[in-house]
């Protein structure tokens, strides 16, 4: 949902629109390649992951990092991904080669939950 | 809110001023007394002052004291921990023994855990250990956790002994926690639980500690254990069970039926009262106040047909 943000945001700029258009008209796989090899950063402040869902390009990379006094960790169920612990500011990366959906948590207060979403940039 | 009622059964038990007073910041420390099988706990500060009627065998509760920690909310973790060891010193009845509810470290360092325990062994009391979730941090997840505290115990770090007629048991609820979930007993702690008990008369008090609460105080925060209950229910059958707690750093109150609940207060930090800010993290309060809202916890075993007497203690008045 967020990744399409920036496309929207192009709507706003003239040269941008076309570029867009081109990109879409032409090459839907590609479209937006500003879009997709990029990083996203995932805060943690509050015992709370934000955004909690981050929709990304395969490739993206995510940085998660902690803002909270209280140490937390990004571990995913399936053993895909484990950040070791984080301390206050320390940081976690964890690149996205495939599509599909990769659900997390913190092992150390497992109400916090979060979602990074892999899929090819909207068309 | 309604877990902090007075129970209906006219069963000893806080009143909710009683309840709303003990959720004010303060102490260091519970000091536990059993009465009649059922355990009370009153600030260390408390105790201190009252010093008249010596329980016949009182042990004491210390929880959270993270040390390690260096943040806003305390700067000297390390510090107000000994504080509160010296106020243990200084109690007018010697506890037999002592309790620590878990995040005895902030990060698992090597480093915190032995300055936890040169301090902690001041006290000269035997020491019974549960985890934190900050215990278990070390690469092999709680490896060097057990390795010092676990001697004795059983898969995470249970164990359970027996001291004057009381029957205590020290479970673990942080371990292999699930996505979504609250604090975790599991299956193969809840069956060395039923058989831990299966041959116990309903008569012997009983006293659980952990460092989750075993009860849900506030699912949003985590504050709760997901198969908690279960545990519980196989321990409803006794006449006195008491039930320890840390982990949320304050104190908050319930009793249900024959079972009476009890958080200790941190020895590091205190955190806010459940929902009250936008997260459970530590509570900078004015430096002046951050000592009223530390504490241990002193609990007696009197003769009779009383509860448990629990002592809260801040580190200042």
Redesign the interface.
């Known amino acids: 949902m967020t990744a399409t943000i920036p496309s929207l945001r192009r709507w706003f700029y003239p040269a941008a629109v076309l570029t867009a258009a081109l990109a879409l008209g032409l090459n839907p796989a590609t479209a937006g390649p500003a879009d997709t090899a990029q990083e996203r950063i995932v805060r943690i402040d509050n015992f709370t992951f934000s955004p909690e869902v981050v929709t990304v390009a395969p490739g993206t990379t995510v940085t998660w990092i902690n803002g909270d006094d209280i140490p937390h960790t990004v571990v995913s169920p399936s053993g895909r991904f484990r950040s070791k612990t984080l301390d206050t500011d320390d940081r976690f990366t964890f690149t996205f080669p495939a599509k599909g959906e990769y659900p997390y948590f913190c092992s150390l207060h497992p109400h916090m939950t979060g979602k990074v979403v892999v899929r090819d940039a909207p068309e | 809110m309604n877990d902090l009622r007075q129970p209906d059964d006219g069963s000893p038990g806080p009143d909710r001023r009683g309840v709303l007073e003990c959720m004010a910041w303060a102490g260091t420390g519970l000091l536990w007394s059993l009465g009649g099988g059922l355990p009370r706990a009153m600030g260390l500060e408390k105790a201190l002052a009252a010093g008249t009627e010596p329980a016949p065998f009182t042990f004491l509760q210390i929880s959270d004291s993270h040390v390690g920690f260096d943040?806003?909310?305390n700067p000297d973790a390390l510090g107000t921990l000994r504080e509160a060891v010296r106020k243990i010193a200084l109690l007018p009845e010697k506890p037999a023994f002592l309790i620590h509810t878990g995040d005895i470290s902030?990060?698992?360092k090597e480093r915190e855990f032995d300055d936890a325990d040169q301090i902690l062994r001041e006290t000269g009391l035997p020491t019974f250990f549960v985890p934190g979730?900050?215990d278990l941090?070390d690469n092999g997840q709680g490896r060097a956790y057990l390795g010092r505290y676990g001697k004795g115990s059983r898969g995470a770090g249970w164990t359970s002994f027996d001291r004057n007629g009381v029957h205590f048991i020290g479970l673990v609820n942080v371990v292999d926690?699930?996505?979504?979930?609250?604090g975790n007993l599991g299956e193969d702690q809840l069956d060395w639980l039923e058989r831990d008990v299966a041959g116990l008369s309903a008569s012997t008090p009983v006293v659980v500690f952990a460092h989750i609460p075993l009860w849900t105080v506030y699912?949003?925060?985590?504050w709760g254990t997901q198969d908690g209950g279960r545990a519980l229910a196989l321990l409803r059958r006794f006449g006195s069970v008491t039930v320890l707690n840390g982990h949320i750093h304050q104190i908050i109150q319930k009793v249900e039926g024959h079972i009476a609940f009890h958080t200790a207060r941190s020895t590091a930090f205190p955190q806010p009262a459940p929902g009250s800010a936008?997260?459970?993290?530590?509570m900078k309060v004015p430096a002046g106040d951050l000592r009223k809202l530390l504490g241990v916890a002193s609990v007696s075993l009197v003769g009779g047909a009383g509860p448990l007497a629990i002592i809260d203690t801040p580190l200042a008045g």
Not at chain 2, 177 to 182: D, E, Q, R, Y
Not at chain 2, 219 to 222: D, K, T
Not at chain 2, 278 to 282: I, R, T, Y
């Open positions: 943040k806003a909310a902030h990060l698992s979730e900050h941090l926690l699930k996505a979504g979930g609250l699912p949003e925060w985590g936008p997260s459970p993290g530590p």
